[in-house]
């Protein structure tokens, strides 16, 4: 996935700064997006109804925002199951990411739940659409910093500070991304984060060469806080430290400015500036594999948030196969399919992305 960066909308800040120049009322503000956000992501009451567990599930990362799933109350438990009237076929033919995002989903309301007094047991269902069943009883609450995280968490697609991550942060790293089935190879050197950054820019290249790939991206981008915010879902420019534009603006410099030279040099100052690169590797690539993977991706990135850490996506080489058949000789592991690429270090938080509502997600 690309986003327009803020070196190629330049352009667009000084379009807004003349628009504010000239008190030109129309131009969108964040003001009221950035306090919805905020209503969307308030702390668990003390003994939520199982609805709130859904509300902290939709807070998890999720391809592209769309924000792909539905969830059955079942009297004390619930299940998670695909929507795929929100499918990305073209960066996501097989569903992959899909499933990835359910399992972000579930783990976030597995730890909700257990920070509240009831364990969960999960499990996958059967056959190529699977949905997640999650059977919660009653146990001593089990609250802690990985909880706390959920609201706070965010793909932060934004320079880094270019400091490294300490040792024992790095432990606190893998050993919440720790799940059976998964494997995460963490990478600090920049010999091997530039050579995952050559990756990232080919498979950036093949992707804007793909004009239905263009088009599915530009379907799900949102130019104004209204719009994010009527939708609940898409990626919210100023969520990629964009400025904000009006919808019928938005587009129209998008295709103007979209480059591969801007991508490029976007992408290596996220890479450079990041304190490493973790990858995520299922040991067999199917959907319940691929839920795992979003679980321990969600635990990884919210023990990041505890710790101050940011995280952010870099998938192109895991999206566009023959890069990540090349990807995954790299990672000696060939014929293996890798299955995330995540960039962390630290830097300021950008905004929040919006959800939709709860009533909108249960079945
Ligand atoms: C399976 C998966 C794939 C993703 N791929 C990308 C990606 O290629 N590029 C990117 O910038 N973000 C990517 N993301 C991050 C999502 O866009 C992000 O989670 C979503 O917009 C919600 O924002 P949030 O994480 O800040 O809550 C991905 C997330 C998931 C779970």
Redesign the pocket.
């Known amino acids: 996935?690309i986003?327009l960066s803020r070196r190629t909308l330049v352009g667009a800040g000084l379009v807004a700064a003349g628009a504010g120049a000239v008190g030109y009322a129309a131009w969108p503000r964040m003001d009221g997006y950035l306090e919805a956000v905020e209503r969307q992501r308030r702390a668990l009451a003390a003994d939520p109804e199982l609805a709130e567990f859904v509300r902290m599930a939709t807070?998890?990362?999720?391809?592209?925002?769309t924000q792909p799933w539905t969830f059955r109350l079942d009297g004390s438990g619930l299940a998670i199951l695909p929507d795929t009237a929100r499918r990305t076929p073209v960066a996501d033919p097989d569903d992959?990411?899909l499933f990835?995002?359910l399992g972000?989903a579930a783990e976030n309301l597995v730890i909700a739940a257990a920070a509240h007094g009831r364990a969960a047991e999960v499990a996958i269902g059967d056959g190529a659409a699977p949905g997640i069943d999650i059977a919660l009883r009653q146990a001593a609450p089990a609250p802690g910093a990985l909880h706390d995280a959920i609201p706070l968490?965010?793909?932060t697609?934004s320079v880094y500070d270019g400091a490294p991550v300490s040792a024992s942060e790095l432990a606190l790293l893998t050993e919440a991304a720790r799940e059976a089935g998964v494997s995460v190879q963490v990478f600090t050197e920049s010999a091997d984060r530039d050579a995952i950054l050559d990756l990232v820019i080919a498979g950036n290249e093949a992707q804007m060469d793909d004009p239905d790939w263009v088009q599915e991206l530009l379907d799900w981008l949102r130019f104004s806080p209204a719009r994010a915010l009527a939708t609940g879902d898409g990626?919210f420019s100023a969520?990629?430290g964009n400025p904000v534009l009006p919808e019928w603006l938005g587009p129209r410099l998008f295709k103007a400015v979209f480059s591969k030279a801007s991508e490029t040099d976007k992408y290596r100052d996220h890479v450079r500036s990041s304190a490493g690169i973790a990858v995520f590797v299922a040991d067999r690539p199917d959907p319940a594999h691929w839920i795992a993977v979003?679980r321990s991706?969600e635990r990884f990135a919210l023990q990041a948030t505890a710790l101050g850490i940011r995280t952010?996506?870099?998938?192109?080489p895991v999206?566009v196969p023959p890069i990540r058949e090349e990807f995954a000789r790299w990672l000696g592991i060939p014929g293996a399919r890798p299955d995330?690429v995540i960039r962390f270090g630290r830097a300021p938080a950008l905004p929040?992305?919006a959800r939709r509502p709860v009533a909108a997600v249960l079945a």
């Open positions: 996935m986003l807070l998890a990362a999720n391809g592209h925002n992959h990411h990835v995002s972000c968490r965010q793909s697609r990626l969520c990629s979003g991706f952010a996506h870099l998938n192109q999206e995330l929040m992305s």
